[in-house]
């Protein structure tokens, strides 16, 4: 690492009220790891870079912009450890996939990454850009409050997509095409419980499928398929309840076609 770009990131993440941990949650790394960066002992990958890049509003350019000239012959012989500028991403489609996730640019500029912070869509063809994570969903910039989860609003969430891609990923790369189709129960919970909550009725939620889900993950992963199969027995137990605290709170019972609304 430049000992300029190293004193660089030190001022960009100072300029931006960050702290080594701050910043370290933020990418999702240690550290360790944005400590050696500002020493200068160790350098950013693409990822990364693109994400500081990202997070501090600045092109690559700016960040990696030194007075060192690096010769393309001296680049090669170091295990081709140069840094692509965003002109560089632009002429040529970029694809990463690691555990971090996937990433991919494409010639016009448009990136897409799906990862353990969340999914991020940036299509410069229309200028729009979508960023779903821990802290909610935003489209360009503006936060949807709560709009996420709305009935008429929940197929704006990927969910279907995501468990896909999810599923091939830990597939090809982890060997796990059983059990990892179990994901795809999650689709059925995932849109049932937005609908639970937007419609303040537990009856909607697809408790079996919950049941159904935790019952083979005992079995594939713990052998306890019996007596793991008492978990059904809890099936007849759910609805009346729900159906008890709901008179407790003053609500009509659901009609037939409210219970099933996946």
């Known amino acids: ?19 080594q941990e701050a910043l370290a949650e933020k990418l999702g790394i240690s550290r360790q790891a ?3 960066w500002e020493r200068a002992e160790a350098s950013p990958d ?41 002109d560089d991403i632009k002429r040529s489609d970029y694809v990463n996939i690691s555990m971090k996730g996937i990433h991919v640019i ?13 999914i991020h869509v940036d299509d410069r063809s229309s200028n729009e850009k979508v960023d779903i994570d821990g802290d909610g969903v935003f489209v360009n910039g503006v936060k949807y409050e709560h709009d996420w989860y709305k009935t008429n609003q929940k197929q704006k969430f990927p969910m279907t ?10 597939s090809v790369f982890f ?20 609908d639970a909550i937007n419609k303040k009725n537990a009856h909607i939620f697809a408790y079996p499928v919950l049941a159904t889900l935790v019952f083979l993950i ?45």
């Open 1 to 19: 690492m430049n000992i300029e770009i190293a004193n660089r990131l030190v001022n960009l993440r100072k300029t931006n009220n960050y702290s």
């Open 34 to 36: 944005v400590s050696k």
């Open 46 to 86: 693409t990822d990364n870079l693109i994400l500081l890049a990202r997070l501090y509003g600045i092109s690559l350019d700016e960040l990696l912009q030194t007075d060192d000239e690096i010769p393309k012959r001296e680049a090669e012989e170091n295990n081709n450890t140069c840094y692509e500028t965003e």
């Open 106 to 118: 494409d010639k016009d500029g448009s990136e897409v990454r799906v990862g353990w912070d969340g």
């Open 161 to 170: 997509i995501l468990i896909i891609i999810v599923y091939i990923f830990i």
């Open 175 to 194: 060997n796990l095409w059983h059990p990892g189709w179990l994901l795809f129960l999650l689709i059925p919970l995932w849109y049932t419980l937005v």
């Open 218 to 262: 005992m079995g594939f992963y713990a052998n306890v398929w019996h007596p793991g199969w008492v978990i059904f027995l809890t099936i007849p137990i759910y609805y009346p309840l729900v159906s008890y605290f709901r008179s407790l709170r003053g609500f009509k019972e659901p009609e037939d076609d409210d219970i099933i609304d996946i």
